[in-house]
């Protein structure tokens, strides 16, 4: 009878810090979770601080790039200018010489006018005061019968002095706007090519900052998350191992992964920084079955912004294993799982460059190479 009793209370005891440990998990998972939100949000930070940075640097190195060039431009558009300045001085004075020119042979004409009205009976002094220009003077015939040859000659030189002077009042105008327009331009051109380099170089200067900051608080929570994920395989070691081999996670694809789709450290083909990569990543097609690897139970089955949907499952014994990156998630948290289930369809969701599973093995608390525990020939 006793020995009843001392087992029904080893049997009870057992079932107690079974229970215990699993409501402990779940407090822990949440804590964890949490951490692992705000690590997420600060790697999607970190993440556009390193893009807008690289985009600057990239700014700034074309722009010492081409200064060199640039200089060597400005000084022929200098010198361009300098003759331009010339010219449109030498237009003006030639404009000066040809109006003095033109009011002296205009006077001399009105002279002659004169003199042909008083010489004659014909009232020229109406003919002129109702004409508009010289061509109207010019045209009146009854003028004409007043002016010699010496007199009309006279009147052509007047009126092509008064269309060069036009033509070269507008030609002057002319290159006036386009000095001051290129004046304009240059001094817009090294303003904008000034501002471009001050803003590159400063948010450059600044990214710098935020990504040293970001890391640093990426590296705490990353120690905090890791923390937690210790007690939370701690108080799973104490639960019982499921049992058995774990089988292939991905039926679709039994290569053996290489590269950077091994367990170790590697290039990060989105942060590209040397990042340590904790499971394996295993191709796949568009929603191909994810296979749970041993009868188990749903720890965590949701969304993450690293991981993508991704699923967590406790099979007892410290062994815990995570699916990452999938398109459908098929189980629920809480949900008991058994070896071979279909628990999720494969995609590339989360921090992902194409459609794959990414697999971790997890053994009292720490991260291990998944191939120690799964292979493509079982």
Same mark, same amino acid.
């Given at each position: #009878?006793?020995?009843?009793?001392?087992?029904?209370?080893?049997?009870?005891?057992?079932?107690?810090?079974?229970?215990?440990?699993?409501?402990?998990?779940?407090?822990?998972?949440?804590?964890?979770?949490?951490?692992?939100?705000?690590?997420?949000?600060?790697?999607?930070?970190?993440?556009?601080?390193?893009?807008?940075?690289?985009?600057?640097?990239?700014?700034? &190195?074309?722009?010492?790039?081409?200064?060199?060039?640039?200089?060597?431009?400005?000084?022929?558009?200098?010198?361009?200018?300098?003759?331009?300045?010339?010219?449109?001085?030498?237009?003006?004075?030639?404009?000066?010489?040809?109006?003095?020119?033109?009011?002296?042979?205009?006077?001399?004409?009105?002279?002659?006018?004169?003199?042909?009205?008083?010489?004659?009976? @014909?009232?020229?002094?109406?003919?002129? %005061?109702? %004409?508009?220009?010289?061509?109207?003077?010019? &045209?009146?015939?009854?003028?004409?019968?007043?002016?010699?040859?010496?007199?009309?000659?006279?009147? /052509?030189?007047?009126?092509?002095?008064?269309?060069?002077?036009?033509?070269?009042?507008?030609?002057?105008?002319?290159? &006036?706007?386009?000095?001051?327009?290129?004046?304009?331009?240059?001094?817009?051109?090294?303003?904008?090519?000034?501002?471009?380099?001050?803003?590159?170089?400063?948010?450059?200067?600044?990214?710098?900052?935020?990504?040293?900051?970001?890391?640093?608080? %990426?590296?705490?929570?990353?120690?905090?998350?890791?923390?937690?994920?210790? &007690?939370?395989?701690?108080?799973?070691?104490?639960?019982?191992?499921?049992?058995?081999? #774990?089988?292939?996670?991905?039926?679709?694809?039994?290569?053996?992964?290489?590269? +950077?789709?091994?367990?170790?450290?590697?290039?990060?083909?989105?942060?590209?920084?040397?990042?340590?990569?904790? +499971?394996?990543?295993?191709?796949?097609?568009?929603?191909?079955?994810?296979?749970? @690897?041993?009868?188990?139970?749903?720890?965590?089955?949701?969304?993450?912004?690293?991981?993508?949907?991704?699923? @967590?499952?406790?099979?007892? +014994?410290?062994?815990?294993?995570?699916? /990452?990156? +999938?398109?459908?998630?098929?189980?629920?948290?809480?949900?008991?799982?058994?070896?071979?289930?279909?628990? #999720?369809?494969?995609?590339?969701?989360?921090?992902?460059?194409?459609?794959?599973?990414?697999?971790? @093995?997890?053994?009292?608390?720490?991260?291990?190479?998944?191939?120690?525990?799964?292979?493509?020939?079982?």
């Amino acid at each position: #009878m006793k020995k009843i009793i001392i087992i029904l209370l080893i049997i009870t005891l057992s079932f107690s810090l079974t229970v215990s440990a699993e409501g402990n998990i779940y407090d822990k998972q949440q804590d964890k979770d949490w951490v692992d939100s705000k690590l997420d949000n600060v790697i999607h930070e970190l993440s556009e601080k390193v893009e807008l940075k690289e985009y600057y640097e990239i700014v700034i &190195e074309g722009s010492l790039k081409n200064q060199l060039e640039q200089e060597e431009q400005l000084k022929e558009f200098q010198a361009w200018l300098i003759l331009t300045r010339d010219e449109i001085d030498k237009f003006k004075q030639s404009i000066v010489d040809a109006e003095v020119q033109y009011a002296m042979k205009l006077d001399h004409l009105k002279n002659r006018i004169i003199d042909a009205y008083i010489n004659s009976g @014909v009232n020229l002094l109406d003919i002129i %005061a109702k %004409a508009s220009d010289i061509n109207d003077i010019f &045209e009146e015939i009854e003028v004409r019968k007043y002016i010699n040859k010496h007199d009309q000659q006279l009147m /052509a030189d007047l009126v092509n002095l008064k269309l060069d002077l036009e033509e070269k009042r507008v030609y002057a105008e002319g290159l &006036e706007f386009s000095y001051e327009v290129a004046i304009a331009d240059t001094n817009t051109a090294l303003f904008n090519m000034n501002q471009i380099e001050l803003i590159a170089t400063e948010t450059v200067d600044m990214s710098s900052q935020d990504i040293n900051i970001l890391r640093d608080r %990426a590296s705490i929570l990353e120690a905090e998350s890791a923390e937690l994920m210790n &007690e939370i395989m701690e108080l799973q070691s104490k639960m019982v191992y499921a049992g058995g081999e #774990m089988i292939w996670p991905m039926p679709a694809d039994r290569t053996l992964p290489t590269g +950077g789709g091994l367990y170790g450290m590697r290039m990060h083909p989105i942060f590209h920084v040397w990042k340590m990569h904790n +499971g394996i990543d295993v191709g796949a097609p568009w929603d191909a079955n994810i296979l749970a @690897v041993n009868d188990g139970v749903v720890l965590k089955a949701g969304f993450s912004s690293g991981y993508g949907n991704r699923i @967590v499952i406790d099979h007892g +014994g410290g062994f815990v294993t995570l699916y /990452a990156h +999938g398109n459908t998630i098929l189980v629920r948290e809480g949900e008991a799982v058994t070896k071979g289930q279909v628990i #999720m369809l494969a995609g590339s969701t989360g921090y992902s460059t194409g459609p794959h599973l990414h697999f971790e @093995v997890f053994v009292n608390g720490k991260r291990v190479d998944p191939l120690l525990y799964v292979t493509p020939l079982r």
